[in-house]
């Protein structure tokens, strides 16, 4: 099954479109913010996940993903202040959440990570290499920015 088969509800999609420029920002009062370039105006469609697709309060999961329809690429989004660390689990956990547990197929899972009160840190904690062998198993990446991250999908 297709992520965007399982995750249907219109009260998590944010976005479902071919626009050229999709912006998140951090909706915890950070200056975090992800750029995404869709030159090629492809299926883009945006989810969130805290308090969207994840609702429980209990359980750590990221700010959004960002959906690939066509090439079948996932994208988890953590628009942080400063505690990389805390960022790193929540991607991870959605990441089991979403993708892991419920066994969905996909091309590639990759995370971003931007933060805003502190530098991304140029070396690699214990969580990160974990979480970049969990990509690595699912043909993705990781990319960290501070303040702003900008891409083209």
């Known amino acids: 099954m297709k992520f965007c088969e399982k995750y249907t ?9 071919c626009r050229k420029t999709i912006t998140l920002k951090d909706k915890g009062g ?7 370039s869709n030159n090629y105006e492809k299926r883009i469609i945006v989810y969130i996940v805290d ?13 959004f993903a960002l959906y690939n329809a066509k090439e079948d690429v996932i994208y988890f989004i953590e628009l942080k202040g400063s505690n990389y660390d805390r960022a790193i689990e ?13 066994h969905i197929s996909i091309n590639s899972v990759n995370a971003r990570i ?3 009160r502190a530098k991304a840190p140029q070396i690699n904690t214990t969580k990160e290499i974990k979480l970049k062998k969990i990509l690595a198993t699912c043909k993705g990446n990781l990319k960290k920015a501070t303040t702003q991250l900008t891409e083209n999908i």
């Open 9 to 17: 509800d219109i009260n998590y999609i944010k976005s479902d479109d």
């Open 30 to 36: 950070s200056n975090s913010t992800y750029i995404c």
């Open 51 to 63: 308090n969207g697709i994840i609702k429980s309060q209990t359980t750590a999961k990221c700010d």
């Open 90 to 102: 929540q991607i991870e956990s959605a990441i089991n959440n979403l993708i892991r547990n419920n």
């Open 114 to 116: 931007v933060l805003t």
